[in-house]
């Protein structure tokens, strides 16, 4: 498996494997855990000024997110500058918005440092409304944008065959493969001496004085600082309590006429849709996203795929369906991303989350502020990013709802699943969290009727894990870690995989 899901990806063909041979038992000035595109970027640089760094990733480059984005680089965000200037005033606001240039400037940096083939692209973007309410949030974005000092004008044509009201034209903004570009920077990485550790689970670290030890399936491995570049930081820990785990969905058509729209586009729907073309193996592909949902919140995460289909055979001239695919974000409760130490840590331990849909922008900038804050203890994006900051007003109320969302799904889940008296309920190709002979199952039968029986509680925070039938997969909808049909990890901040019951003694036909 390449990929944290059961559905291929338009990027997936490019994965590769990347372990080199390395010497765990010395000490590393940084281990990275996490290869996706924080954890190389972050690596890179820091092998670049000279330390000494391993990437440590529980599966392969590009297993999680990485490997599922729709690779969007934009300098403006799912967080509006004016709410940033609302919550956190125009000056962090501004620097908010120089944020992204300093992003894709420093993947530019990378392509052309590197002569990276990876389909980089400087296009304009479209941002339009189709209602009236729309139009009130488009109106309040580009004011915010003028604010800040970024560039966006009215138009009265886009390059969409979507009905609109309103829209804007955004210069300046971008894509490319993802993985093409991973790929690249772990081959600069190696080169320089950097070291490569696939299928290597952390377990946990031990903080001390002068190194942290970090508990692995490959044994303990010792570094003067460790980076969690895992999307959210594993075990316990605050950042699980102001980031909520949400999917996103996306596909990829060829067009049965040769009308492709070539710039970026986005709506202001709730979930938005978002498009781009990339080209695979020489044929053109228009790819959609949207019908994002908390994960674990779906009834039918299979409808979430024909949602995404229907919306985009209403408007476009599609014919067939090459890829589906989804992938996981964090929404951090005031908007905007954690990077830098992780709170409750000592100072050597680092983190960068809550990406919200901005993941290509904010995991490369984690790669320069995580740097400098290694190399020197401050980052011009140190006290905006902060990860044990604490604003007593922005994300207050979203703080609220969530902790009491990751209540409710606790106590219902516990309360309310499904009892059964024999496993013969359970129908050919479903699955169910449900209570046998007083104990929790999660419970897959296979089309033939193989039985997959694991505990059902999430081993990070005690939640009960719920399908996913699109991935299939059992997702926490607490913190949003991930197991296949077997209970093994997908996705963290779980440490440990679903109790596999094995063997199961059958005591009924």
């Given at each position: ?324 695919w989804s992938s996981q974000y964090y929404e951090p409760v005031d908007g905007f991303p954690y990077i830098g130490k992780l709170p409750g840590s000592k100072e050597r331990i680092f983190v960068a989350t809550g990406f919200r849909g901005n993941g290509m922008i904010f995991g490369t900038l984690s790669s320069q502020i995580l740097h400098d804050l290694i190399l020197t203890g401050k980052s011009k994006y140190g006290d ?126």
């Amino acid at each position: 498996m390449y990929r944290d899901g059961a559905r291929k990806s338009i990027w997936q063909e490019e994965i590769r494997k990347f372990s080199t041979e390395t010497d765990l038992s010395s000490l590393f000035d940084v281990a990275i855990v996490g290869g996706g595109i924080t954890g190389v970027s972050t690596a890179l640089k820091l092998q670049e000024s000279g330390k000494k760094c391993v990437i440590l990733e529980a599966a392969n480059i590009g297993f999680g997110t990485t490997g599922g984005t729709t690779a969007h680089l934009n300098d403006f965000f799912d967080t509006t500058f004016n709410q940033a200037i609302r919550d956190f005033g125009l000056d962090n606001a501004k620097l908010y918005a120089q944020s992204g240039t300093d992003a894709i400037s420093i993947i530019e940096g990378n392509i052309q440092k590197y002569q990276i083939s990876c389909d980089f692209t400087r296009k304009s973007a479209y941002l339009f409304a189709l209602d009236e309410k729309q139009e009130e949030q488009l109106k309040d974005i580009v004011e915010g944008a003028a604010k800040v000092g970024h560039e966006m004008s009215y138009v009265n044509e886009i390059p969409f065959p979507i009905p609109f009201r309103e829209a804007v034209l955004i210069p300046g903004q971008g894509h490319f493969h993802p993985v093409k570009y991973s790929k690249a920077l772990c081959e600069a990485f190696i080169k320089l001496g950097g070291s490569i550790v696939e299928n290597c689970h952390c377990e946990e670290h031990d903080e001390q004085n002068d190194f942290v030890i970090l508990k692995t399936s490959k044994g303990e491995i010792k570094a003067s600082n460790v980076v969690y570049a895992t999307h959210i930081p594993p075990g316990v820990n605050l950042l699980h309590f102001t980031n909520a785990p949400y999917r996103s969905y996306a596909m990829a058509f060829t067009m049965k006429n040769d009308k492709y729209p070539w710039e970026l586009g986005y709506d202001l729907c709730e979930p938005y849709h978002y498009y781009r073309i990339q080209n695979i193996e020489g044929e053109n592909l228009l790819i959609a996203g949207g019908e994002d949902h908390k994960t674990g919140h779906a009834d039918d995460t299979g409808e979430c795929f024909s949602r995404l289909e229907n919306y985009v055979r209403k408007y476009f001239e599609v014919e067939t369906v090459y890829y589906s695919w989804s992938s996981q974000y964090y929404e951090p409760v005031d908007g905007f991303p954690y990077i830098g130490k992780l709170p409750g840590s000592k100072e050597r331990i680092f983190v960068a989350t809550g990406f919200r849909g901005n993941g290509m922008i904010f995991g490369t900038l984690s790669s320069q502020i995580l740097h400098d804050l290694i190399l020197t203890g401050k980052s011009k994006y140190g006290d905006l990013f902060n990860p044990s900051r604490i604003k007593p007003v922005a994300g207050f109320s979203d703080f609220v709802k969530e902790t009491a969302t990751m209540a409710f799904d606790f106590i219902k889940d516990k309360i309310l699943t499904e009892k059964i008296d024999s496993f013969s309920e359970v129908g050919e190709g479903e699955a169910k969290v449900i209570k046998y002979e007083s104990e929790s199952y999660a419970l897959y039968k296979e089309n033939d009727g193989t039985l997959h029986l694991l505990r059902s509680t999430c081993p990070h925070a005690g939640c009960e894990v719920r399908w996913n039938s699109a991935e299939l997969s059992w997702d926490c909808p607490c913190h949003g870690s991930r197991f296949n049909v077997n209970g093994k990890i997908l996705t963290g901040p779980t440490t440990k995989n679903l109790q596999k019951v094995f063997p199961y003694q059958k005591r009924d036909s």
